[in-house]
């Protein structure tokens, strides 16, 4: 399997603020690389594909960057409905589907 | 819209066999693939395994012998059954729609989610 590991696992950061997650992969992944969006009680959500691709109906704020086995995701103004647990996902391989850790992003 | 909501027993006897459906509304399932996904309690995201309408599957290789993931297209339905559950299986069980962008697999519609504990 392809173990993907995110950094970090939680952060602090206030409205307006830049935040960057990572996410590494232990063998390159080209760039067969998901991020989601999951808040408590909700469906997760997905932001960005192929590693820089904004699905429709996402806010331009979110982007997304790497390839290989290096990753992240940016948020270039949190806003406060964007507090919430990333995660990363890749489909390098088909056969076995692999996902992050998550990083939970909180109000400081 | 498309929704997804599971449905399920949210308790399951170790040894015993949990099964969970997963109802797909707003999309035909006879498309793109189908999936189940899990997360223990303080864990990240495990992929289970996904279903094609025609009932060609892929598992996990780390649950392949003890997972079955079935499709109901009169029912808009697609089930998972796990047999000889531990404690190691409590988790919030997720169905997914998995769906093709060129080469690109990314699960673009999910459920809210089922906790399924064990406990005797």
């Known amino acids: 399997d392809i173990q993907m590991t995110q950094s970090p696992s939680s952060l602090s950061a206030s409205v307006g603020d830049r935040v960057t997650i990572t996410c590494r992969a232990s063998?390159?992944?080209?760039?067969?690389l998901s991020w989601y969006q999951h808040k408590p009680g909700q469906a997760p959500k997905l932001l960005i594909y192929?590693?820089?691709t904004l699905q429709s109906g996402v806010p331009s704020r979110f982007s997304g960057s790497g390839s290989g086995t290096e990753f992240t995701l940016t948020i270039s103004s949190v806003q406060p409905e964007d507090f919430a647990t990333y995660f990363c996902q890749q489909s390098y391989t088909t056969l076995s589907l692999t996902f992050g850790g998550g990083t939970k992003v909180e109000i400081k | 819209q498309v929704q997804l909501q599971e449905s399920g027993a949210g308790l399951v006897k170790p040894s015993e066999t949990l099964s969970l459906t997963c109802t797909v509304s707003g999309v035909s399932i006879t498309r793109d693939y189908w999936s189940w996904i899990r997360q223990p309690p303080g864990k990240g995201l495990e992929w289970i395994g996904y279903i094609y309408h025609s009932g060609s599957t892929n598992y996990n290789p780390s649950l392949k012998s003890r997972v079955t993931i079935s499709v109901d297209t009169s029912k808009n339905q697609f089930s998972l059954k796990l047999t000889s559950v531990t404690a190691a299986d409590a988790a919030v069980y997720y169905c997914?729609?998995?769906?093709?962008?060129?080469?690109?697999?990314?699960?673009?519609?999910w459920g809210r989610g089922a906790l399924v504990t064990v406990s005797s």
């Open positions: 997914a729609r998995m769906t093709v962008a060129g080469t690109f697999s990314l699960f673009d519609y």
């Open positions: 063998q390159s992944v080209a760039n067969y």
């Open positions: 192929a590693a820089s």
